[in-house]
């Protein structure tokens, strides 16, 4: 492969960028099956430019929309720091969003000051970082926890096979 790029054969790098492209399109539904759906709430689309980190605890799902760098959340969210979907929202997400799946929009932006400072992946990571290493997709599923229990979610029953970081394309 890097020979093909050192080359810069037009053919040839536009054929492997198909390639890689439907590569990526064929794995994308897979990763989407390891976030395990909370029935009967809706699959819940993370951001482009960012992702999703999500729990489920005491049959309610929650998930904390989070942007790369260089990305900012549309409307203030520095209050708003997950979305939820179980019985007590009718199983239906709680977001500000149209559309009810689509739980924030990264936007590009130099500064970041519209989350909560944990909503950004870090600066030397991205959401794609982050899901491809599994201390670093703990680091955030940690993270999302504690906050979770400073606001007095804890749950007697959590799903460990739910947790998981998904990534927006």
Not at 3 to 23: D, P, R
Not at 59 to 64: E, G, L, P, R, S
Not at 115 to 140: I, L, R
Request: negative net charge; charged residues 20%; glycine residues 8%.
């Amino acid at each position: 492969m890097p020979e093909i790029i050192a080359k810069g054969e037009k053919a040839s790098v536009n054929f492997l960028a198909w390639t890689l492209q439907e590569t990526l399109d064929l794995l994308r539904p897979v990763q989407e099956q390891f976030c395990k759906q909370l029935p009967p709430c809706p699959r819940p689309v993370a951001p482009k430019n960012g992702g999703l980190v999500c729990v489920t605890i005491d049959n309610t799902q929650y998930c904390k929309p989070m942007c790369n760098q260089g990305y900012d959340f549309q409307f203030l969210r520095s209050s708003r720091l997950y979305e939820e979907c179980g019985n007590a929202t009718g199983f239906s997400w709680t977001t500000q969003l149209v559309g009810e799946k689509a739980l924030a929009v990264c936007s590009p932006s130099e500064v970041a000051i519209s989350g909560a400072k944990s909503a950004y992946f870090p600066s030397n990571s991205t959401c794609v970082h982050t899901a491809a290493f599994p201390e670093a997709q703990a680091e955030q599923l940690n993270t999302f926890l504690l906050e979770l229990a400073k606001r007095g979610i804890h749950g007697s029953s959590r799903d460990p096979g739910a947790d998981c970081v998904t990534c927006g394309y």
